[in-house]
């Protein structure tokens, strides 16, 4: 379990990578130090499954060292659930801590109801004092509450260990190197059209 002081260090330097200030970045701390005590000792490198795109993804990165480039770090962008899990790489175990909607009391944390619930007033979104003052208003509840925010569980990871590294092919339309997932693969995903996410600019 980290100090205070620790926390707070670790907020200042997440709040710096993240290039802002967010809401979810204190809780997030929280989540993951949760993680952390509830993991224990772990037998190999602790691996991160963060269910959403959103700050999680930045606390988990300098918190635990787990980095889309190191791909300690899944992120489920997808899938949108404001949760991490925190598991060993040996064998799979792990940790799973989430937000409890249930033990949001709508009296006492109004604002981190309305926060998880997605029901902070519009102009939240668009006006920047509006913003700042919902975001000092849900850190002051949930320093009332803490961890009573979260739901936490015991986890079997399906699918752990290092990933398979796959086979480098030469994709015959761009010519380009790429990572095949099948060894019949002739062309890249850009080229198939699945990955393609820009339109070539001919110069004139
Ligand atoms: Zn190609």
């Known amino acids: 379990m980290y100090t205070e002081a620790e926390k707070d260090k670790f907020f200042r330097r997440i709040t710096e990578f993240h290039t802002k200030d967010a809401p979810g970045l204190e809780i997030g701390v929280e989540m993951v130090d949760c993680a952390l005590d509830l993991l224990g000792k772990v037998h190999d490198k602790i691996l991160a499954v963060v269910e959403t795109s959103a700050c999680l993804v930045d606390v988990v990165q ?121 060894k019949t693969d002739e062309m890249c995903e850009f080229c198939t059209g699945t990955a393609e996410y820009y339109i070539p600019i001919k110069d004139s």
Do not use: W
């Open 62 to 182: 300098i918190m635990v060292g787990c980095t889309t480039g190191n791909k300690y770090l899944q992120a489920l962008t997808n899938l949108g659930r404001f949760a991490v899990t925190l598991y060993d790489r040996k064998d799979g175990r792990g940790v799973r801590v989430s937000v409890d909607l249930s033990k949001i009391n709508k009296e006492k944390t109004p604002e981190i109801h309305n926060f998880f619930n997605r029901k902070r007033a519009i102009e939240v979104e668009t006006n920047m004092e509006l913003r700042k003052a919902s975001g000092a208003l849900i850190k002051k509840e949930f320093k009332t509450i803490g961890r009573e925010l979260f739901r936490t569980e015991k986890v079997n990871v399906k699918t752990f260990g290092k990933p398979p590294i796959l086979p480098a092919q030469v994709c015959n339309k761009c010519e380009e190197s790429f990572l095949a997932k099948n």
